[in-house]
């Protein structure tokens, strides 16, 4: 509906005015996953002071690929403990449907 407004206040001319809470925008991630990864923080005590990366086990790494490659990961080793685990770095998915599409809208609106 906003694209076409916008669209029609570009071709007359007409002041518009468009006002947003949020960009639109929308990360998804893959349901497979959701359960699996772990986050290494910075400080385990103040997660808002950040965090380095996202991984898995190599038990949940194995068990996400099993039927499909769903995520790209960097065999590395966990700093505290010194278990081998998987940096994520790419989330595939096993189907379509995650990532930034919410873009696309958002793209009609501002264009």
Do not use: W
């Not at 925008?25 to 986050?39: D, F, N, P, T, W």
């Not at 038990?59 to 278990?83: D, L, S």
């Amino acid at each position: 509906v906003f694209s076409n407004i916008s669209r029609y206040a570009t071709a007359k001319k007409l002041p518009l005015v468009y006002l947003s809470q949020n960009s639109g925008a929308r990360i998804g991630l893959a349901q497979e996953l959701k359960e699996m990864y772990s986050i290494l923080f910075n400080d385990d005590e103040n997660p808002e002071d950040g965090f380095q990366f996202l991984y898995l086990t190599e038990e949940q790494y194995n068990a996400a690929n099993a039927k499909k490659n769903v995520v790209n990961c960097e065999k590395t080793e966990h700093p505290k403990t010194g278990e081998t685990i998987y940096k994520i770095i790419d989330v595939i998915g096993a189907r379509n449907g995650i990532g930034v599409e919410n873009l696309v809208g958002s793209g009609l609106i501002a264009g």
